[in-house]
């Protein structure tokens, strides 16, 4: 047995006309984010971050932009999907923290939704998600209201046959 920790961390742009996801949560926003799944950006950092304490590839690598399976795709399936990677290479999730960098929305508001609907996807209680938001209080892109950031880590606890187990 062996505790591996991950990081993950994404960005998309605001664009109009879409729904705007963050956790899985549908959120009223005048813009969404730009991508080719529904681009949750939370659900994309953490995955990345799941699939990086498993020692795996990263996300792009088994969801590309290439595939029309994940267009316009609920990202809490492809978090799913890490899930269970992580979970196939001998690893058990402890637990999740993540950050989401935005002027707007305010996260707060929804933090509970999303932690509840994070744990279902991940496959953990929800005691073991936290979900809190920031601002940059105007600088960068975040600050200037060009997009969402998010950044995650991860806890595994990992046995059996892992991935750098002979
Ligand atoms: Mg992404």
Request: hydrophobic letters at 45%; charged letters at 20%.
């Amino acid at each position: 047995m062996g505790f591996r920790t991950g990081i993950g961390f994404d960005a998309h742009r605001f664009a109009e006309g879409r729904r705007l996801v963050l956790g899985g949560v549908g959120i009223d926003h005048p813009l969404g984010l730009a991508g080719h799944s529904d681009a949750d950006v939370l659900c994309h950092a953490i995955a990345d971050a799941l699939l990086g304490a498993a020692g795996l590839e990263d996300i792009g690598h088994y969801f590309p932009d290439s595939d029309p399976r994940w267009q316009d795709a609920d990202s809490t399936l492809l978090l799913a999907e890490a899930a269970r990677l992580a979970g196939e290479a001998g690893c058990r999730v402890a637990n999740v923290d993540a950050v989401v960098v935005a002027e707007e929305p305010k996260i707060a508001p929804h933090r509970e939704a999303m932690r509840a609907r994070l744990a279902e996807a991940i496959g953990v209680p929800v005691s073991s998600v936290s979900v809190r938001g920031t601002t940059t209080e105007g600088m960068g892109f975040t600050g200037r209201g060009e997009g969402i950031a998010a950044m995650a880590v991860t806890l595994l606890e990992c046995g059996g046959a892992g991935p750098d187990k002979p």
